[in-house]
């Protein structure tokens, strides 16, 4: 009877021993769940910013290309002008 009495209390603490230590690594395992969850939306607000400041970019793009397409004829006419100009004064040397 005195050796199944050690073989139970010695079985009884592994067990416990066993289940300190799943609680403690369930214990790091939430608190790195925490960390992580913390992480994902510190990342998903910086994606957010970044895809606003990627749209207004985008924005601006559209803008000035519209602008750029308007400049560009009235620069060429502006340059044929002045080509023509100079040939002007060329021919009047």
Do not use: G, M, P, V
């Given at each position: 009877m005195h050796g199944e009495?050690?073989?139970?209390?010695?079985?009884?603490?592994?067990?416990?021993?066993?289940?300190?230590?799943?609680?403690?690594l369930r214990q790091q395992f939430e608190q790195e769940l925490k960390e992580l969850t913390i992480a994902n939306q510190i990342l998903h607000q910086g994606l957010q910013k970044s895809t606003m400041v990627?749209?207004?970019?985008?924005?601006?793009?559209?803008?000035?290309?519209?602008i750029v397409n308007g400049v560009m004829p009235l620069m060429d006419e502006l340059r044929a002008g002045l080509t023509l100009n100079e040939g002007s004064k060329l021919a009047c040397l």
């Open positions: 009495n050690s073989t139970l209390k010695r079985e009884l603490k592994q067990w416990k021993d066993q289940a300190a230590a799943e609680s403690e990627a749209d207004c970019f985008r924005s601006d793009i559209y803008k000035y290309s519209h």
